[in-house]
Structure formats: structure tokens, C-alpha cells
T-cell receptor, first 116, second 114 residues
Framework: GAVVSQHPSRVICKSGTSVKIECRSLDFQATTMFWYRQFPKQSLMLMATSNEGSKATYEQGVEKDKFLINHASLTLSTLTVTSAHPEDSSFYIC????????????FGSGTRLTVV | AQSVTQLGSHVSVSEGALVLLRCNYSSSVPPYLFWYVQYPNQGLQLLLKYTSAATLVKGINGFEAEFKKSETSFHLTKPSAHMSDAAEYFCAVSEGFGNEKLTFGTGTRLTIIP
């Protein structure tokens, strides 16, 4: 089945630095990638939707200059957390829409970001 | 607008007992409905989905869910709980092809009592 590889699985960074998270679709072309954020013991909140070759669409309240999304190819989307702060510490998950016309999605395994 | 309500943030059942996780949805159009399972520090795995075909949907690991339009519900069940079922379960809704954003419920943590 469709697989999305997400890296890194865990990252610790210092305040003020930037962190890049990658999601690759391994055996299919992901024209649309969704990026979620999940706080401990809470649900997933959609941050943005990216389409290959175009600018991402951000949800209300998400700072697009802080969370940079690039979807330059059909198999790779990246999320860069710029000038990270401790409040950015969270679990970030990507999800790609598969070619299944019945609304199938495949999720990455998530990235635990800790900003110290 | 679409939304999902999961009643019960924590559910505990004995091993071998029936599992019932509740999900009610709100959608302005016929919805697509999903149940996902999440193990600690991992992504989400699809258990099953409803996309306007049969109202009783069978998924992986013995789970199934029934779409009831009159009740706007999509409850998840499993006849006999196994220890490996302990995890976080999320119900999600989308408005289908053309509006594919998933809206998630707040999740239900399932604990299995030996």
C-alpha cells in the first residue's frame, strides 16, 4: 500500500534555530500533502495544505512565515519551523492524499519536536 | 462546516469484552467518515472508512463501524477486545472528493484490562 516516510522521528533544537521535517511518498505521487500538529493528549489540528508546485494554504491562526512549507515535487514535501521557540514543541504529522478517489489518506509516522 | 464529536475521552474494557467507541458528526454534505488508530509517538493508521457505499463498514483488526444518517453517528465496534487494541482512536470527517480536509475528533484512549 501507499507509504509516507517522515523524517526525523525526533528532533531537539535550541531556541532560535530552524528545523526541517521531510515527508516523502515512497510508492505513489502525492499531489496534495496535509500538515498537522498534535499537542500531548489532544487531537490533530490541520496547519496547512500543500499542493505540488504551488503555495501552501494555511489554516487560520497558523503563521506562514514561521511554518514554511515546500512541495516542490510529487514525492517530497517539507515543513520548516523557523526561529523555533519552546511553544513550538509538538508532534508534527504529514498526510498525503492517495490516488484513491474515495478520499484515501496516508499518514507519516510523525516528528516529535522539542525546542529547548 | 464539518465537525466530529467523540464521546468519552477514555474507555476501558476487559480483554475479550465488546469495544464501543462513539463518534457523531456534523456535515453540510454527505460525509466521508474515517476511524484511525494511533500508537504512542506514531502516525495514524486507517482502521476503516465510509464513502457512501455500504453503511456497515468492516476494517482491519476485527473492527467495524456503522454509518447511521438518522443519528449522524459512526460508532466503532469490535466484538472481543485484545490487549493489542490499547491505543488512541480518532474519528474524522471530510466532505469528500473536492474538499479533502480531514476534521478530527478529540480522540478516545482505549485501555484494555487483563
Amino acid at each position: 500500500g501507499a507509504v509516507v516516510s517522515q523524517h526525523p522521528s525526533r528532533v531537539i533544537c535550541k531556541s532560535g534555530t530552524s528545523v526541517k521535517i521531510e515527508c516523502r511518498s515512497l510508492d505513489f505521487q502525492a499531489t496534495t500533502m496535509f500538515w498537522y500538529r498534535q499537542f500531548p493528549k489532544q487531537s490533530l489540528m490541520l496547519m496547512a495544505t500543500s499542493n505540488e508546485g504551488s503555495k501552501a494554504t494555511y489554516e487560520q491562526g497558523v503563521e506562514k512565515d514561521k511554518f514554511l512549507i515546500n512541495h516542490a515535487s510529487l514525492t517530497l514535501s517539507t515543513l520548516t519551523v523557523t526561529s523555533a521557540h519552546p511553544e513550538d514543541s509538538s508532534f508534527y504529522i504529514c498526510s498525503a492524499k492517495t490516488r484513491d478517489r474515495e478520499g484515501g489518506y496516508t499518514f507519516g509516522s510523525g516528528t516529535r519536536l522539542t525546542v529547548v | 462546516a464539518q465537525s466530529v464529536t467523540q464521546l468519552g475521552s477514555h474507555v476501558s474494557v476487559s480483554e475479550g469484552a465488546l469495544v464501543l467507541l462513539r463518534c457523531n458528526y456534523s456535515s453540510s454534505v454527505p460525509p466521508y467518515l474515517f476511524w484511525y488508530v494511533q500508537y504512542p509517538n506514531q502516525g495514524l493508521q486507517l482502521l476503516l472508512k465510509y464513502t457512501s457505499a455500504a453503511t456497515l463498514v468492516k476494517g482491519i483488526n476485527g473492527f467495524e463501524a456503522e454509518f447511521k444518517k438518522s443519528e449522524t453517528s459512526f460508532h466503532l465496534t469490535k466484538p472481543s477486545a485484545h490487549m493489542s487494541d490499547a491505543a488512541e482512536y480518532f474519528c474524522a470527517v471530510s466532505e469528500g472528493f473536492g474538499n479533502e480536509k480531514l476534521t478530527f475528533g478529540t480522540g478516545t484512549r482505549l485501555t484494555i484490562i487483563p
